[in-house]
């Protein structure tokens, strides 16, 4: 039982443009939701995060967006970097410690 | 280094050995998560700890893992006559407050390898 999609295993994009991320969720007790990011051999960095009272939370580059009537939340990156290339995880949370994360989404920035 | 620290980074048992990963949460933070990825998968929720006491386990395994976090000294993820399926990352978080529940600070992953 997959509570956080993300659908697309693999994303590839060039510098300087703008990269989605997609997320889509099933359950309705989450209430916090975040995106980790993760190089080869690294443990998650946290990068961003939105409350589901917001439908927008902005952070430099970095753009989360949250529809909960879909159920759905995207990440924007512009403008992508070559250093942005790593996997991406979705994440959620009901109000507690205990995360559930999407399988992730591997992104590629090519210069 | 302030952050999560791990170790072994790299572990390799043959099946029926025992496995002990080692984590020591970043300085002034008594919270503890471990998480596990399996390949081709997310992290899953495996255990939360505070010093000396389990406070949920509903990720763990019931039956040859085991996980502690004493006064003195690293959290402990502890697995028995390890499997070929125990074979995967695990990861070790901390937050000073539980509340801080969204950002947690992760090591670097111990990858268990059950031959």
């Known amino acids: 039982d997959q509570q956080v999609k993300q659908n697309s295993p693999s994303l590839s994009v060039q510098e300087g443009r703008i990269s989605i991320l997609n997320c889509d969720y099933t359950n309705s007790m989450f209430d916090y939701f975040l995106w980790y990011k993760k190089y080869p051999a690294e443990g998650p960095t946290f990068l961003i995060s939105?409350?589901?009272?917001?439908d927008k939370n902005e952070d430099g580059r970095f753009t989360v967006f949250l529809n909960k009537s879909a159920k759905h939340l995207s990440l924007h990156i512009v403008p992508s970097q070559p250093g942005d290339s790593a996997v991406y995880f979705c994440?959620?949370?009901?109000?507690?410690?205990?995360?559930?994360f999407g399988k992730g989404t591997l992104l590629t920035v090519n210069p | 280094n302030a952050g999560v620290m791990q170790n072994p980074r790299h572990l390799v048992r043959r099946r029926g050995q025992e496995a002990r990963l080692r984590c020591s949460p970043v300085?002034?933070?008594?919270?503890v998560y471990w998480y596990r990825q399996l390949p081709e998968e997310g992290l899953k929720f495996m255990v939360y700890l505070q010093k000396e006491n389990i406070i949920d386990e509903s990720g763990m395994p019931k039956e040859r893992f085991s996980a502690e976090f004493p006064k003195e000294g690293p959290s402990i993820l502890r697995i028995q006559q390890v499997v070929r399926g125990d074979s995967a990352a695990y990861f070790c978080?901390?937050?000073?407050?539980?509340?801080?529940?969204?950002?947690?600070?992760f090591g670097e992953g111990s990858r268990l390898t059950v031959l």
């Open positions: 994440a959620a949370s009901g109000s507690n410690y205990k995360l559930t």
């Open positions: 939105i409350s589901s009272i917001k």
């Open positions: 978080a901390s937050s000073r407050d539980p509340s801080d529940y969204g950002e947690l600070f």
């Open positions: 300085k002034g933070h008594s919270h």
